[in-house]
């Protein structure tokens, strides 16, 4: 399996002979164990002793839907950090602009307007914020290219600039915050979830309610958030690469 994960980070531009020099596998080992790599569909060969990902491996791929992996992995863990934070925790992700939520926990879940499944818009919530900051750039001005923006609250932001500025704030940082621009008397934190690349595939929140401009508790969140998506991030990807 090591050997597989060389191989297929290298996207095919080095020997097999090569790679196992530099992964301390003995040349005649890693030909050997190739060999049974191909004939399984996992790798294709491409000439020059360079290899690609295979058929079989590019069909496991496909049936792979991230989004309810870290949906499962997520959905044990996030009622244990809703009770320590006293706020209703959500898992979501980005399909078509929209936030879509993945998982939802908390004593409050319930009284919450957000559902499992539903979607809602991005730009004025935590999570949407951070998902985001966490597009190509050429997708976050597409995106950016849609407003002004609907005011949900007097808080929301509407304006794309103000919206960019605050999407530059929240890839700096690493996190996000939702200062009752969804709905009145509501805030959130939000945090990424990330592969191993540091690609955001996710984002994390904890919602509450807030007495109006009393923000200040929401950065105590930070790092009980940080902490959890790191867990997810291990169970889904593995060790981090970043």
């Known amino acids: 399996m090591a050997l597989l994960d060389a191989i297929l980070a290298d996207g095919g531009r080095s020997g097999i002979s090569e790679l196992a020099r530099g992964h301390a596998v003995p040349v005649a080992t890693a030909h050997r164990h190739v060999v049974s790599l191909v004939e399984e569909g996992l790798l294709t060969p491409v000439g020059g002793g360079r ?18 992996v870290l949906a499962r992995i997520a959905a044990p863990l996030l009622p244990g950090l809703a009770r320590d934070l006293g706020a209703v925790v959500q898992l979501g992700t980005l399909e078509n602009d929209m936030v879509t939520y993945r998982v939802k926990a908390g004593n409050a879940a319930s009284g919450l307007f957000t ?10 919530s935590g999570i949407g914020k951070v998902l985001l900051a966490g597009l190509p750039e050429a997708d976050r001005e597409r995106y950016l290219a849609n407003g002004p923006f609907i005011a949900l609250t007097g808080q929301t932001i509407t304006a794309p600039e103000a ?8 890839a700096r940082d690493g996190y996000a915050f939702d200062r009752e621009e969804i709905a009145e008397g509501l805030a959130c934190a939000a945090v990424p979830v990330c592969d191993r690349a540091g690609a955001v595939v996710a984002a994390l929140s904890a919602s509450g309610p807030v007495h109006p401009g009393r923000y200040e508790a929401l950065r105590d969140r930070i790092g009980p958030l940080k902490a959890m998506a790191t867990r997810i991030e291990a169970a889904a990807f593995g060790a981090a690469d970043r």
């Open 51 to 68: 290899h690609v990902a295979g058929p079989r491996l590019i069909r496991l791929g496909a049936a792979v839907d991230l989004a309810q």
């Open 115 to 124: 559902q499992v499944g539903g979607q809602l818009e991005a730009y004025c």
């Open 163 to 170: 919206l960019a500025a605050e999407l530059a704030v929240v």
